[in-house]
Every structure is written in structure tokens, then in C-alpha cells.
């Protein structure tokens, strides 16, 4: 199948800072990814649609402000997380849709943020 | 606003055994629903995706119902093993207006976890 990347897989930060996540299809590519957060023994929350070539669609409640999204190609979409605070620490999901009809996606393997 | 339900705690099955997982949704008729697998710290995995016009779907140990009267579905794992032992998310597919591209809403996950 797909193989969709992140990088970093874990980052520890100072409040303040701020901290980009890069997310890569590996073999194909994609148009549109979505990001998600994920905090402990919780499902997954979508934040918001990366559109290659236009503005990201950001989910109700999500500071787009805050979590910026650039989709620079049809294999890379990252997200910055803008002056993060210990509120932010949580594993953060990026996926792509395959080219089929059910829209399942590929994940990638998340990373782990701690904003100390 | 669409609401999609699994039962949070966690199911402990002896191996050899079926396990049943149940996925209730609200609000929405979904074309598509999808069930995943994550294991912790990592992305979900696609596992199996049915239609709304499917009642039932295979793959090698894994089977998954979609009721849409009663608007549910279930995941079945026969013959269980340890390497189970996993986090299984269910997703309903929303399309938002005349966007080709559906969102993923997901359930909350149930842990299975299978005894040797």
C-alpha cells in the first residue's frame, strides 16, 4: 500500500516556540491530506484539510492562526504549530486519501509533541 | 451533528476466540464506513471499508456488517491471536457539500486485547 511519512517523529519544545511538522506521500501523490490530534486514550480529531496549491479548511474550534498548514507539493504538506504551549503537547496524524472510491486513508506514523 | 459510538471499554478475549466490536453512528447516512487498527503510538491502519449498499465484507479472519436501519456496524476477528491486541477505530465518511474529497469522523476506538 501507500506509504505516507512524518518527520519529526518526536519533539520536545519550550512554551513559546514554535515547531513544524512536515508530512510526505512517499509513492504517489496527493492533493489533499488531512491533519489530526490525537490526545491520550482519546480518538482521533480532525484539525484541518491541506489543499495543495490553495488555502487550508480548517475544522470548527481550530485557531488557523495557530496551526499553520502549507501544502508546498503534491508530497508535502506540513504543519506549524505557532507559539505552542504545554495545552498543545499531543500526537499529531497526517494522512492522504488513496485514489479509490471509499476515500480510505494512509496515515502516517504521528508525532509526538511535548511543549514543556 | 454527526456522532459515531464505540463501546469505550476495553474487551478481553481469550485467543482462538472471535472477537465482536460494535460501531453505532447518529445523524448521518453514511455512503461509506471504514475500520482501522492502531497500535499504540503509531497511525491507524485501513483494514477493511464497506458500502452502504453492502450488508457484509470479508477479509482472511476479519468481517465487518453494516446495518444502516439500525445504524451500526460490527468487526469480527475469528480465530483470534495475541498480535490482535490492538486499538480498533471505526469512521463514518462525510461529504461536505460538493466536495469530492469525504472526512474522516471516527469513533473513539475499542481496545482488544487477546490472551494466549
Known amino acids: 500500500g501507500a506509504v505516507v511519512s512524518q518527520h519529526p517523529s518526536r519533539v520536545i519544545c519550550k512554551s513559546g516556540t514554535s515547531v513544524k511538522i512536515e508530512c510526505r506521500s512517499l509513492?504517489?501523490?496527493?492533493?489533499?491530506m488531512f491533519w489530526y490530534r490525537q490526545f491520550p486514550k482519546q480518538s482521533l480529531m480532525l484539525m484541518a484539510t491541506?489543499?495543495?496549491?490553495?488555502?487550508?479548511?480548517?475544522e470548527q474550534g481550530v485557531e488557523k492562526d495557530k496551526f499553520l498548514i502549507n501544502h508546498a507539493s503534491l508530497t508535502l504538506s506540513t504543519l506549524t504549530v505557532t507559539s505552542a504551549h504545554p495545552e498543545d503537547s499531543s500526537f499529531y496524524i497526517c494522512?492522504?486519501?488513496?485514489?479509490?472510491?471509499?476515500?480510505?486513508?494512509?496515515f502516517g506514523p504521528g508525532t509526538r509533541l511535548t511543549v514543556l | 451533528s454527526q456522532k459515531i459510538e464505540q463501546n469505550s471499554e476495553a474487551l478481553n478475549i481469550q485467543e482462538g476466540k472471535t472477537a465482536t466490536l460494535t460501531c453505532n453512528y447518529t445523524?448521518?447516512?453514511?455512503?461509506?464506513l471504514q475500520w482501522y487498527r492502531q497500535d499504540p503510538g503509531r497511525g491507524p491502519v485501513f483494514l477493511l471499508l464497506?458500502?452502504?449498499?453492502?450488508k457484509e465484507k470479508r477479509k482472511e479472519r476479519l468481517k465487518v456488517t453494516f446495518d444502516t436501519t439500525l445504524k451500526q456496524s460490527l468487526f469480527h476477528i475469528t480465530a483470534s491471536q495475541p498480535a490482535d491486541s490492538a486499538t480498533y477505530l471505526c469512521?463514518?465518511?462525510?461529504?461536505?457539500?460538493?466536495?469530492?474529497?469525504?472526512?474522516?469522523?471516527f469513533g473513539q476506538g475499542t481496545t482488544l486485547q487477546v490472551k494466549p
Open positions: 494522512s492522504a486519501p488513496s485514489s479509490g472510491g471509499g476515500n480510505e486513508q494512509f
Open positions: 509513492d504517489f501523490q496527493a492533493t489533499t
Open positions: 491541506s489543499n495543495e496549491g490553495s488555502k487550508a479548511t480548517y
Open positions: 445523524n448521518y447516512s453514511p455512503a461509506y
Open positions: 464497506i458500502r452502504e449498499n453492502e
Open positions: 469512521a463514518l465518511v462525510w461529504y461536505k457539500g460538493s466536495s469530492n474529497t469525504g472526512k474522516l469522523i
